[in-house]
């Protein structure tokens, strides 16, 4: 597929399924898998390999996303939010920012990555807001704000315009997802996720 289609389908697909996501609604979660697959083969053929990669464990945590939002859906087929503890925002925060440090290192060594550090970063702190996501808890919001803009510079400087351009509507999408999931959390009881 000439790699200017297939960007504008990636970009396109995956709009939609971060839409599909504000709205809290499980068929977001096939959306998301095609997304990803597109945007494999753009990030591969842009040698960013950590994003490449990082498409690739998109589709476990989707898969695992939409399993599990399946048995939690409400009367009006939504999920319910769930709050997130201070004690697994830092264990999972830890986490994303250690794995970008040992994977900006290996993506340094052992590729010609065009940013292997940023590359590496931004695709750990992401699989923390794909995680989040995938648990329903608000933090995923914010987590996808702070990704968002560092990605439209990357994106800019590689030289995928149509993909900056499409999380610059990924910011605005994020800001709908915070308070429509800000207001869902607000009308329902207080549950924590204790593991």
Do not use: C
């Not at 590496?120 to 987590?143: D, P």
């Amino acid at each position: 597929m000439n790699p200017a289609v297939l960007e504008w389908t990636a970009a396109g697909v995956s709009m939609l399924g971060v839409w599909l996501m504000s709205r809290r609604v499980l068929v977001a979660w096939p959306v998301g898998l095609v997304s990803v697959a597109l945007y494999a083969l753009v990030f591969a053929q842009a040698r960013l390999y950590s994003d490449t990669l990082l498409q690739v464990a998109f589709g476990g945590f989707l898969l695992f996303g939409w399993v599990s939002w399946r048995g939690r859906q409400q009367d009006d087929g939504k999920v319910a939010i769930v709050a997130l503890s201070r004690r697994l925002l830092v264990r999972d925060l830890s986490m994303g920012l250690g794995a970008g440090v040992l994977l900006g290192a290996l993506m340094h060594h052992f590729t010609d990555a065009a940013l292997p550090w940023l590359d590496a970063m931004l695709a750990s702190l992401s699989l923390v807001g794909q995680w989040w996501q995938a648990r329903r808890h608000v933090a995923a919001w914010w987590m996808w704000l702070a990704v968002d803009v560092v990605y439209i510079g990357m994106y800019v400087v590689k030289s995928l315009h149509v993909t900056a351009a499409l999380y610059a509507v990924f910011l605005v999408l994020a800001v709908i997802g915070l308070r429509a999931w800000r207001a869902a959390a607000a009308q329902q009881p207080v549950t924590a996720a204790g593991r």
